[in-house]
Each structure stands twice: as structure tokens, then as C-alpha cells.
């Protein structure tokens, strides 16, 4: 089945040179089908490509996804264009009489800001409240993993020494979870970070479970046990070159960076990297939209949070 997305949103032409099957609205409207209903609260700075990265992880699933992007009101990035804003975005304040099946809350560049210095933190955490009775389940990535976890839990997020940047092999340390259906036992996943949460505070919350570390990255998957709540301290959903994007970036700018740990082939920044992550990250979204969303969500989406 096809994701729906905004007509003209630029991610659409990217997708469909990938064979990815996509509809605008109108072809949507002729079909007799209840699509999943999925929020994604964008808070990265470069939202259009974010926005790819999402789309393809959505779009793996036999189910038809419709995709709705989110935007805050008291932060208004300087790296998107305000006509594609408008075009394609929507606030929460348009939101939030509407019900959701799913909804994925981005990372965001401001993790040297305590929580409540962030400008729009007010903004978040009511949008964070506002799930509890208007979405099924939740999907946060990174800094937002770190911010519903503070915010929910009261976990901390540490600083790093330096970085952490670079491709990281995990492994599961919960069996037979949905979430981790069919991983390998040993998988990669890009982390681009400073900071981190320990394992010792999530083990403290009963109402969490950890379900997968790496050696080097720490903890990377956790949910909460009523399954509404996912958080991936890692970007699965990056492109094979988010990561050499970002390097260059950092060390254009004078900045102390490091070459992505496993990224480079012969760790030669002028060799093109391959994404040897992509199999566990379209397997980690089909399964959230499967048995996370689809299968909890009632077919009345009006009825969500009704036994919240």
C-alpha cells in the first residue's frame, strides 16, 4: 500500500525515483480505505531531508500511511524556507482537536541547553501531554528520545567527553518483543550526539523496559510497557550520507570533529559510505506501525485515549 503525502512535497519526487509507491490527496480520495493516521513533529533544521528519511521508513509496511508534519509556533527555524512551511507544515494549535494513530517526534540540535532553556520547551511538553488522550503511539528519535524521557521520567541526559558520531553495532537484551521482531542479533545504527542517559536511570523506572544497548553507544532502544511510548537515542532513518553531511559541516565551521567511528570505507573521508543500517531501520518503523500502531489503534480513530 502507498504512503500519502502533501501534493508537491519535494520528499514525493525522491521517493518515487527509489520505486517508493506514494499518493497525493486527490488519488487518495478515490479510495475506500481508513489510512493510518501519523503526526511527525519535525524539529530538525534541515526538515525537507528529514522529511525523505522519514517518508522511506514509512512507507515499508502493506498498510496506507497518511503523514501529516508538524511544526512549532514559538520556534521558527532559519534553514527551511518559509513558503515550504506554509505549504506543507501545520501548528499544533491546527492540530489538536484532531486524533492520532501514531505520531514520531524528531531530534533537535540543542542538546548543550538544559531541557527547560530549549524556546519552545513549554511547546513540547504540552504537545508531550496532549498525546496521552490524542495518540495511540509514540516514536521519539534522539534529543527528542532524551526530552520525552526527562519529561516523562525524570531520566537526566548526560554530556559526553566529545561526540558520539559514527555507526555502532547493538544487540538485543529482551527477547521475543515486537519492536525487535526479526532483528539480527547483532545490528548497526548511526548515533550524531553529545550526550547520553544511563542504563542504571532507565533500570529505575518500572513502567520502562530496555530493549537494546551497544558497547559503545549505551542505551539505544527503550519502551514503556503499555507499548504507547518508543524511544531511539540513535537515527536509524539516516541516509548514507547524513553522517558525512554532518562531518563536513562541523569541520567547515572550525569545529573539533572526529571522523564517524565505522562510517568512511577505510575510514577515507573520500570514499562514498553505504547505509549498512537500512535493513534494521525499515524493520524497526514496519514493526511500530504494525504492532504498535495498527494493531492498538481502534478503527474509530475518534475513540483514541478514550481508556487512557
Request: overall charge negative; proline content about 6%.
Amino acid at each position: 500500500m502507498p504512503i500519502k503525502i502533501p501534493k508537491g512535497l519535494p520528499a514525493g519526487e525522491i521517493l518515487q525515483k527509489e520505486n517508493i509507491f506514494i499518493m497525493d490527496e486527490e488519488r487518495a480520495m478515490t479510495q475506500d480505505i481508513r489510512p493510518l493516521q501519523i503526526a511527525v513533529l519535525n524539529l530538525m533544521p534541515l526538515k525537507e531531508q528529514t522529511e525523505a528519511q522519514l517518508l522511506r521508513m514509512l512507507s515499508n509496511t502493506p498498510l496506507q500511511v497518511e503523514v501529516v508534519f508538524v511544526s512549532t509556533e514559538t520556534y521558527v527555524g532559519k534553514h527551511t524556507g518559509k513558503e515550504h512551511l506554509d505549504s506543507f507544515y501545520t501548528s499544533f494549535s491546527e492540530i489538536k482537536n484532531r486524533k492520532f494513530d501514531g505520531m514520531i517526534i524528531t531530534g533537535a540540535p540543542v542538546e548543550h541547553l538544559p531541557f527547560e532553556e530549549v524556546e519552545y520547551w513549554q511547546e513540547l511538553t504540552e504537545i508531550m501531554d496532549w498525546t496521552d488522550t490524542h495518540v495511540t503511539s509514540l516514536f521519539y528519535i534522539c534529543w527528542g528520545a532524551q526530552a520525552a524521557l526527562y519529561h516523562k521520567y525524570g531520566i537526566k541526559k548526560y554530556p559526553l567527553e566529545k561526540k558520539l558520531f559514527g555507526i555502532f553495532t547493538h544487540h538485543i537484551v529482551k527477547e521475543y518483543c515486537p519492536l525487535t521482531r526479526g532483528f539480527d542479533p547483532e545490528f548497526l545504527v548511526p548515533h550524531s550526539r553529545h550526550t547520553t542517559i544511563h542504563i542504571e536511570d532507565i533500570a529505575g523506572v518500572a513502567e520502562l523496559e530496555l530493549l537494546a544497548i551497544s558497547d559503545e553507544a549505551g542505551a539505544y532502544l527503550i519502551k514503556s510497557k503499555d507499548n504507547r511510548h518508543v524511544f531511539a537515542t540513535g537515527h536509524s532513518e539516516y541516509d548514507a550520507l547524513t553522517l558525512k553531511q554532518e562531518y563536513d559541516r562541523d569541520k567547515s565551521k572550525g569545529l573539533p570533529i572526529e571522523l564517524p567511528k565505522n562510517y568512511f570505507p577505510e575510514n577515507n573521508p573520500y570514499l562514498t559510505p553505504k547505509s549498512v543500517w537500512a535493513s534494521h531501520a525499515n524493520l524497526l518503523y514496519t514493526n511500530w506501525l504494525n504492532y504498535y500502531v495498527y494493531q492498538k489503534t481502534p478503527y474509530d480513530i475518534e475513540k483514541i485515549g478514550e481508556m487512557a
